[in-house]
């Protein structure tokens, strides 16, 4: 059984380019979440979707953005990046059941030089 | 706001010593608190959680309301269980749809044969 899966696992990119990160959750889930960790910190709530609606937002810039798709897999997009940017980004899926166990990804480690 | 705190940035013990990693949160409706561990080169993984009451790997921890804290505990530490373990809090109303988790910074638990 297929846990949270996602790409790229690295990539470095330049100050003010743009990033899509791609996440895909475990069958049967509904939910994703995006968090971003910063190195030494522990993971900072970015967005969570679920059934294709965002429900919740984190105190991140407007340069932050994601979406989900019918399959329930999704994307999170930086622009104008930062070298503050750099960090892991954690997806994690759950059901959507109240009570449910939040399952995380081996995350996508994104350098901005 | 939520918050929470980890006082201890690195934990050292020895084999077979009782270990305690102390949680503390700050949120003033009723909070659904969490222990997630990530061993090296392992993803983010759910050790317990306050509702369960169930003890995970010989680790236990209990909600004191008063005194706002989640402190984990072992009785007698094995090498395996060296990791980062990071503390979590969510509302407890949230629900499986609305879900963000808020982290501590984490303690890196080293324990020495």
């Known amino acids: 059984d297929a846990g949270v899966t996602q790409s790229p696992t690295h990539l470095i990119k330049t100050r003010g380019q743009q990033v899509t990160l791609r996440c895909s959750p475990i069958?049967?889930?509904?939910?994703v979440s995006w968090y971003q960790q910063v190195l030494g910190q522990g993971p900072q709530f970015i967005f969570q979707?679920?059934?294709?609606?965002?429900?919740g937002r984190g105190n991140f810039p407007d340069r932050f953005s994601a979406r989900q798709f019918p399959n329930y897999s999704s994307e999170l997009n930086v622009n104008a990046l930062l070298l503050g940017d750099s960090a892991l980004y954690l997806c994690?899926?759950?059901?959507?059941?109240?009570?449910?166990?939040?399952?995380f990804g081996e995350g996508s480690w994104l350098t901005v030089v | 706001a939520q918050r929470v705190t980890q006082p201890e940035k690195l934990l050292s013990v020895f084999k077979g010593a009782p270990v305690e990693l102390k949680c503390n949160y700050s949120?003033?409706?009723?909070?659904?608190l969490f222990w997630y561990v990530q061993y090296s080169r392992q993803r983010l993984q759910l050790l317990l959680r306050?509702?369960s009451r169930e003890s995970i790997k010989g680790f236990t921890a209990d909600l004191n309301k008063g005194e706002t804290s989640f402190h984990l505990k072992k009785p007698f530490a094995q090498e395996e269980d060296s990791a980062m373990y990071y503390c979590?809090?969510?509302?407890?109303?949230?629900?499986?749809?609305?879900?963000?988790?808020?982290f501590g910074k984490g303690t890196l638990l080293t324990v020495n044969p």
């Open positions: 994690a899926s759950s059901s959507g059941n109240s009570g449910n166990t939040i399952y």
């Open positions: 069958s049967g889930h509904k939910s």
């Open positions: 979707y679920y059934e294709k609606e965002e429900r």
């Open positions: 949120y003033s409706g009723s909070p659904e």
């Open positions: 306050h509702i």
């Open positions: 979590a809090l969510t509302p407890s109303n949230s629900g499986g749809s609305n879900y963000k988790l808020t």
